[in-house]
């Protein structure tokens, strides 16, 4: 079946130092991979997503990479802010089921501290 | 513009007592889903429809029922809720398509059963 793995946090930083946050899937097919962030008292949010390998997702500064040859979809940004705090969760979808359902990773919390 | 409204935002039960989630779309989406998200753990898919008239189960549908009541409409019922059912409920939707879309989130459902 498939799978997501991420990093597990939370992770600290200072204001505008670089994120990475890891990301691994295990699927059957050839996903779209998406990630989602998760602001306090919200629900989730698409923040970026590839659907093929190579393609890169980026969105308010964040990048991520889709890599079939390590399954990986690393979330990366180059100066985060205290507004980044929030839970992001990596996912992907299988375009074999009809249901078009997402498989989570466990979340991973960002805290930024000015 | 509404998108995914979920009622209620928080609810106490007490174990044994039943409940319903309501969630309605006004996306025009064919696929709705029931997920819980618990410390963790990421988000697991409880049920789903993919689209109106169906109805599937997900990675932990024990104790649950659902209802797609129209395209707009997909209801989650506990009908004995257990302290194990304590979770947070997101309900979402997507159109239907080639599992390379973005799916739309409720803000939550922060339940506890004592």
């Known amino acids: 079946g498939n799978s997501v793995t991420q990093m597990e946090g939370p992770v600290t930083l200072s204001e505008e130092a670089f994120l990475t946050i890891n990301c691994t899937y295990t699927?059957?097919?050839?996903?779209?991979l998406f990630w989602y962030v998760q602001y306090p008292g919200e629900g989730l949010q698409l923040l970026l997503k590839?659907?093929?390998?190579?393609d890169k997702g980026s969105n308010k500064g964040f990048e991520a990479t889709y890599r079939k040859e390590t399954t990986s979809f690393h979330l990366e940004k180059g100066s985060v802010q205290v507004s980044d705090s929030a839970v992001y969760f990596c996912a992907l979808s299988d375009p074999n089921n009809a249901g078009n359902m997402l498989t989570f990773g466990g979340g991973t919390r960002l805290m930024v501290k000015p | 513009n509404a998108g995914v409204t979920q009622t209620p935002k928080f609810q106490v039960l007490k174990t044994g007592q039943s409940m319903t989630l309501q969630c309605a779309q006004d996306m025009n989406h064919n696929s709705m889903y029931w997920y819980r998200q618990d410390p963790g753990m990421g988000l697991r898919l409880i049920y789903y429809?993919?689209?109106?008239?169906?109805?599937d189960k997900g990675e932990v549908p024990n104790g649950y029922n659902v209802s797609r009541l129209n395209k707009r409409e997909f209801s989650l019922r506990l009908e004995s809720a257990a302290p194990s059912q304590t979770s947070v409920y997101f309900c979402?939707?997507?159109?239907?398509?080639?599992?390379?879309?973005?799916?739309?989130f409720g803000q939550g459902t922060r339940l506890t059963v004592v």
């Open positions: 590839a659907t093929k390998a190579d």
């Open positions: 979402a939707s997507s159109a239907i398509g080639t599992g390379r879309t973005e799916a739309f």
């Open positions: 699927a059957t097919g050839y996903p779209s």
């Open positions: 429809s993919a689209s109106e008239g169906t109805t």
